[in-house]
């Protein structure tokens, strides 16, 4: 059975960092791409950024460029979420999902339950 469990998630303050995690099990992800996605209230779930397990290549959304790092950890089937210089508006609920697309919900086939993460003023 898959799962991906995310964590790390909470309150801090503009300008702050957080680091999540989302730790991968149930297969073999080597050939799938790990994606963060957000989701504010009322608002739809959005890209935030990718990396490819095998080559490491990173993709970012605009919004989180120069501010979010992705990274994976293979021998603890692992990635990572740095965000630095957290903004009001990065105030969502964070998932991880594996899959085969990139910037597209619908091409991930699996979802962690999320995380919380508040940016207070």
């Known amino acids: 059975q898959v799962q991906l469990a995310e964590s790390g998630g909470g309150l801090v303050q503009a300008g702050g960092s957080l680091r999540l995690s989302c730790a991968a099990s149930g297969r073999t992800f080597s050939s799938y791409v790990m994606g963060w996605f957000r989701q504010a209230p009322g608002k739809e779930r959005e890209f935030v950024a990718a990396?490819?397990?095998?080559?490491?290549?990173?993709y970012y959304a605009d919004s989180v460029k120069g501010r979010f790092t992705i990274s994976r950890e293979n021998a603890k089937n692992t990635v990572y979420l740095q965000m630095n210089s957290l903004k009001r508006e990065d105030t969502a609920v964070y998932y991880c999902?594996?899959?085969?697309?990139?910037?597209?919900?619908?091409?991930?086939?699996?979802w962690g339950q999320g995380t919380q993460v508040t940016v207070s003023p």
């Open positions: 999902a594996a899959g085969r697309g990139l910037t597209t919900p619908d091409r991930y086939d699996y």
């Open positions: 990396i490819r397990w095998s080559s490491g290549s990173a």
